[in-house]
């Protein structure tokens, strides 16, 4: 189970840390990854962390940072520069090729 | 970056009926490695096929997944009423990035 906490609403240039409670399964041993899904819009691949390192989508690199506390079982996504095109649910998936396991999603919006 | 291209963007059935997804790749997907996801509004994404054929856990047979190359099918053989959503595929075979299509919404005709 995948439960993401930290969203809300902020103005654009604003930072935000989204968080990810993990529980169920060995959450040191697997990849993760942040997915997200604008309004009425399709999903989006943000960020995913694994043994090998990180990797972002263009549209965040240099903006968010991914990390991971293997202690806490939590995954965090760290959202600086915010736009308003970052207005999303923002999922919290086990993973970073195909996707087994997904939170029920955090909600960002920016918006002035 | 893999484009992933989904027909039609809307399809409209009744239950019982036969519905056939499709998804097509702007190049090859390596090793096939496509999946599919249903989502019903206001809740997250549900894991259907991996390896553009194989299905996920708990996944009912009705469900089922083909394809290669750039063109991959989602088949569900006899709609039950809870199957109408939006089905996304997705390509892991070529990243970063992982894309996923832009949807396809099963809507009860």
């Known amino acids: 189970q995948l439960l993401e906490s930290g969203g809300g609403l902020l103005q654009p ?8 409670a993990a529980s169920g399964f060995t959450f040191s041993s ?11 819009k399709g999903l989006e691949w ?10 972002y989508a263009d549209s965040v690199k240099g903006r968010f940072t991914i990390s991971r506390d293997n202690s806490k079982n939590t995954l965090y996504l760290q959202m ?10 923002y999922y919290c998936a086990k993973g970073q090729l195909k996707v087994d396991v997904w939170g029920k999603g955090t909600t960002v919006t920016v918006s002035s | 970056e893999i484009v992933l ?19 097509r790749a ?20 549900r894991f259907l096929i991996y390896g553009a054929s194989s299905r996920a856990t708990g996944i009912p047979d009705r469900f089922s997944g083909s394809g290669s190359g750039t063109d991959f099918t989602l088949t569900i053989s006899r709609l039950e009423p809870e199957d109408f959503a939006v089905y996304y595929c997705q390509q892991y075979g070529s990243l970063p990035p992982i894309t996923f299509g832009q949807g396809t919404r099963l809507e009860i005709k």
Do not use: F, H
């Not at chain 1, 697997?30 to 009425?40: E, I, K, L, T």
């Not at chain 1, 943000?46 to 990797?55: F, K, M, P």
């Open chain 1, 13 to 20: 240039g604003g930072s935000l840390r989204l968080s990810c």
């Open chain 1, 46 to 55: 943000v960020s995913s962390i694994s043994g090998s390192g990180t990797s």
């Open chain 2, 26 to 45: 702007s190049q090859s997907v390596s090793n096939n490695y496509l999946a599919w996801y249903q989502q019903k509004p206001g809740q997250a994404p």
């Open chain 1, 30 to 40: 697997y990849a993760m990854s942040w997915v997200r899904q604008a309004p009425g």
């Open chain 2, 5 to 23: 291209t989904q027909s039609p963007g809307t399809l409209s059935l009744s239950p019982g009926e036969r519905a056939t997804l499709s998804c």
């Open chain 1, 80 to 89: 600086d520069s915010l736009r308003a095109e970052d207005t999303a649910v």
